[in-house]
């Protein structure tokens, strides 16, 4: 079931905001396609809106009045410049190329084509469907089937014209789906080069933040009393989990807490109903679980290398250690050998 | 007319008129009221400081007192404005010394203050009350010291946000003893270490201080005895809340809260040890404003603190606080009418850590019937929850989504997101402000430009696929303001279809779209009241770039002061060089 619509009231105000945007001719001349030159608010110049140097917008009604009675129609060109008088039926938005492209319907299988969509445009209206309110659909989230809207998306330029292309090479992520509209299978590019000012966090928040998640042994010259974060994250569960470190003096204490926060994942499998695991098995299946044979605590040190948790003392492990993860033993097994050895040259 | 109110009538009544707007419309009655209004109007707001210029500003209000100019566009906030932009303040501050003597207020934001101008504003306005720099830069404690030492009124001195250079913490000793009219103090964006001493002298002999935000270098265990000597704060930050847990420190910080009667805000707490949390306890139940955004202090404890403050009313904190902490939001804060939630990790590579996702939000949105003003980043999104939202909350009139992944989809359906943004605006009809994130094609844009007719500030990025888009926006949003957008495929036709639109709004920006250096040419020949400013910072002469050189950046707004004259290098106007028309 579509999810909720919006419905446009199709008084001509309504239309006229709209307007240009309901379908989409064909012409056979591409850009150059007659457009005359026409203000925004249809009058022939757009006088001073007030000599008031800090005041706000002009009357808003005023405008709107205008548009009501005026096409808005969009046009291009130069000042001055002839076109053929396009009829006032206010269809025409962008005289985009025609390509075929536009016309298929790109978006999913329940786009009607271009040529269906046109037939079924109506003069001067702009609806939208409006399904029964209250009715909403968690799965579906199909878009309606709407000749106009189907217009507009079918309106899209494809080819040379892809302005996407066009974008200088700043360090944008190598993403192709921008304009794509078929969903979330293009989602991961392999390295993502990181965007600037995205997401648009302050830098004073940013550093703020950096430098409050870095290990911070020394506080004043001291060995300082700041939180020791290292991420946690285990096999089969969709998300990880950090814990301060400085939160326990010895490896029981770790073991307990971790089974406390990962206790809601059934073994390698999410919950169903995606609440995050908040319904909790019971705490000594997991406990089992992860004693037993099943999984083993594993963290990798300031090498790089992962390691069985236990091995060393508490105190070197917390300074050594940047990120733990609950493995299955199967995938354990060649680290315990490793881990001797390490502690061993240390030592 | 035979017969009118005298002046002193018309000007008390209009005293009563406090937004700009009003005051703007009494001007417009008649001469006399135009009058009346110029000579008693007291406070200005300049949304750009190139609109005007100062000249022109003194002229119309000859009697001005306070005075708030934002400088730089909104982007600059996130580096996508290069340094040396512009924004300066100096030749306000110039202006302003010789004609506003009595002057008693500067508020300014994203400006680049030197500390010519803190000591220009020090010795030229006898009364000098309030100076609040936020978000600016280009001065150091240097100049801060010039505002203490010779600001004998001085009443707020607040540096949020503002980017310092921090040569020491000794200026804060030149607010002379005599001095005592302190009543809001800022500098927690202030690296080093003022003295100590001096602090706490200053306070204790400041008796109407209201408002105290430490920076993070004060430790925990000098706040209780600060606190002491200001039992009525009503506002609070704290600078680095951690330490060893010691029980004396702990009591004497429990105990000096508990006196803090008035107090009503609370933030700070870097670093934050949940061990000493508990102290704040006593004073939770009268706190209405929170913000934990720069702590990192986590659930458990974190959500048992933000429950225990039933009458707040503006929360900002970390995507620590989960979804569950949030449910716990929406079941004790009833009263919450704003929610800022940033990300702890923004750049987080690894394995999603969804503990945060759009759950909390929709719970807040269900529990929370006051939530007027939303700010939320979060990694995965769906429509079906924005429209949840969107139903139980119309009232809502600022909504702020940063879906992290640019163009990320339903997560449920892989659709794109447009309904559920269209669903905010088509419900939201008070909405003024909004920021979009998430895979969003034309139709989002559709929906806003039918529904969000009180829209004032729109920030897009990432969206959009043809300037059909762009076109919908700028044809359909009566009411907007400002427009910034990054990264959409929006070029020449809607910009120049909807050029006269540019003229009724404050300022446009548009950086990585697909806007040529021909349009752009073309624009401001035909909208003279436009400056049209392109940023480049390749190393290409202008002359030598074709019509169709997409421009990098591009920031239009409407001026009647014609184009700049501190432009950088790598800023070009693209109208002719105009006077400045009032002279």
């Known amino acids: 079931m579509s999810p909720p619509l919006l419905g446009v009231e199709c008084g001509t ?118 399904p029964d309110e209250g009715k909403q659909s968690l799965g579906q989230g199909k878009f309606p089937t709407s000749a106009v809207i189907n217009v507009m998306i079918a309106s899209r330029p494809s080819g040379p014209q892809q302005p996407v292309k066009e974008v200088p090479p700043k360090p944008l992520l190598e993403r192709s789906n921008g304009i794509n509209l078929s969903g979330g299978e293009n989602n991961a590019p392999a390295a993502k080069a990181q965007v600037i000012g995205w997401p648009p966090v302050r830098s004073f928040r940013k550093n703020t933040l950096a430098a409050a998640s870095k290990d911070n042994d020394e506080v004043d010259g001291k060995p300082g009393p700041g939180p020791l974060f290292v991420k946690v994250s285990m096999d089969g569960a969709p998300y990880l989990r950090k814990v301060d470190l400085r939160n326990y003096c010895k490896y029981y204490e770790l073991s307990v807490a971790l089974e406390k926060m990962f206790s809601g994942f059934t073994l390698g499998q999410y919950g169903a109903n995606g609440t995050g695991g908040r319904e909790m098995m019971s705490e ?38 940047k990120k733990l993860k609950i493995m299955k033993s199967s995938d354990a097994i060649g680290l315990a050998p490793r881990a001797m050895e390490k502690s061993k040259a240390r030592n | 007319m035979a017969y009118s109110f005298p002046e002193e009538v018309l000007e008390h009544v209009f005293s009563f008129l406090h937004s700009d707007r009003d005051r703007n419309a009494v001007s417009l009655v008649c001469k006399s009221w135009y009058e009346i209004d110029r000579w008693s109007r007291r406070r200005v707001f300049i949304g750009n400081c190139y609109a005007i210029s100062p000249r022109a500003v003194i002229r119309r209000f000859p009697e001005v007192r306070s005075i708030k100019i934002k400088g730089k566009p909104h982007f600059a906030d996130f580096n996508l404005v290069p340094d040396g932009w512009g924004g300066y303040v100096f030749p306000w501050i110039t202006a302003m010394a010789s004609s506003y003597p009595w002057l008693e207020e500067i508020h300014l934001k994203r400006m680049v203050v ?123 930050g704290t600078g680095a809340y951690n330490a060893e847990l010691r029980p004396d420190v702990f009591s004497s910080l429990s105990g000096a ?49 933000v429950s225990q403050c039933p009458n707040l009313q503006q929360l900002w904190v970390l995507d620590y606080i989960e979804d569950c902490g949030l449910e716990a939001v929406a079941a004790s804060c009833k009263d919450l009418r704003e929610l800022r939630v940033f990300p702890s990790d923004p750049y987080e590579e690894d394995e999603f850590d969804i503990a945060l996702t759009e759950r909390g939000l929709v719970s807040v949105s269900e529990g929370c019937t006051n939530l007027q003003s939303v700010l939320y980043f979060c990694r995965q999104m769906s429509n079906a929850a924005l429209i949840s939202i969107a139903q139980n909350r119309p009232n809502l009139t600022r909504f702020r989504l940063c879906i992290i992944e640019p163009r990320s989809p339903d997560y449920l359906t892989l659709q794109p997101l447009d309904a559920g943004f269209g669903a905010i605006v088509e419900h939201c009809k008070g909405l003024r402000r909004l920021s979009l994130s998430g895979l969003l094609t034309d139709r989002v844009f559709e929906y806003i430009g039918t529904h969000a007719k009180k829209l004032e500030m729109l920030s897009v990025a990432f969206a959009g696929e043809s300037d059909l888009g762009l076109h919908l926006v700028l044809s359909g949003c009566e009411s907007l303001r400002k427009l910034e957008i990054r990264d959409c495929p929006f070029g020449d036709k809607a910009l120049l279809a909807n050029a006269e639109k540019l003229e009724t709004m404050r300022s446009l920006w548009m950086s990585s779209c697909s806007v040529s250096f021909g349009a752009c040419k073309l624009l401001c020949r035909r909208m003279p009241r436009l400056n049209v400013e392109v940023i480049d910072e390749t190393s290409e002469v202008a002359e030598s770039r074709p019509e169709s050189f997409t421009v990098q950046k591009l920031y239009i707004y409407r001026s009647v002061a014609g184009p700049r004259l501190d432009m950088p290098d790598y800023v070009l106007s693209m109208g002719e060089e105009s006077p400045d028309l009032i002279g």
Request: charged share 25%; glycine share 6%; with cysteine.
């Open chain 1, 13 to 130: 105000r309504d239309v006229a905001k709209v307007t240009g945007s309901s379908s989409l001719k064909e012409s056979p001349d591409g850009l150059s396609l007659g457009l005359k030159e026409r203000n925004y608010l249809g009058l022939s110049d757009c006088s001073t809106v007030d000599s008031s140097m800090v005041s706000g917008q002009s009357d808003p009604e005023a405008q709107v009045n205008k548009l009501n009675t005026k096409a808005t129609e969009l046009r291009l060109g130069l000042p001055g410049s002839q076109s053929p008088e396009r009829g006032l039926d206010e269809k025409l938005l962008f005289p985009l190329l025609p390509s075929k492209d536009g016309i298929k319907s790109v978006v999913s299988g329940n786009k009607r084509g271009f040529s269906d969509a046109i037939d079924n445009f109506s003069d001067e209206k702009w609806m939208f469907h409006r």
């Open chain 2, 114 to 236: 030197t500390n010519a101008c803190l000591e220009l504003i020090a010795k030229s306005f006898k009364n000098f009350r309030v100076l609040v720099l936020s978000t600016c830069e280009g001065f150091s404690t240097d100049g801060l010291a010039s505002i203490a030492a010779n600001c004998r009124n001085l009443r707020e001195l607040d540096l949020r946000d503002s980017e310092v250079d921090d040569l020491s913490g000794h200026w804060l000793s030149h607010f002379p003893d005599s001095y005592t009219s302190l009543v809001s103090l800022n500098i927690s964006c202030l690296g080093s270490e003022v003295s100590f001493s001096a602090l706490e002298r200053l306070v204790s002999r400041c008796p109407n201080l209201r408002s105290l935000s430490l920076n993070r270098a004060v430790p925990i265990d000098r706040i209780a005895c600060l606190l002491r000597q200001a039992p009525q704060l009503v506002e609070l």
């Open chain 1, 284 to 321: 000594s299946k997991v406990k089992d679980a992860l004693r037993g044979s099943d999984y083993v605590l594993t963290y990798e040190d300031k090498d790089g290398d992962w390691m069985l948790v236990g091995d060393v003392p508490w105190e070197m492990f917390i300074d050594t250690c």
């Open chain 2, 257 to 305: 809260f508990s006196c803090l009667k008035e107090l009503r805000s609370l933030s700070g707490f870097w670093d934050a040890v949940p061990a000493y949390i508990p102290a704040v306890y006593s004073v939770c139940s009268g706190i209405t404003s929170l913000n934990l955004s720069y702590t990192t202090m986590q659930n458990p404890d974190l959500t048992k603190l």
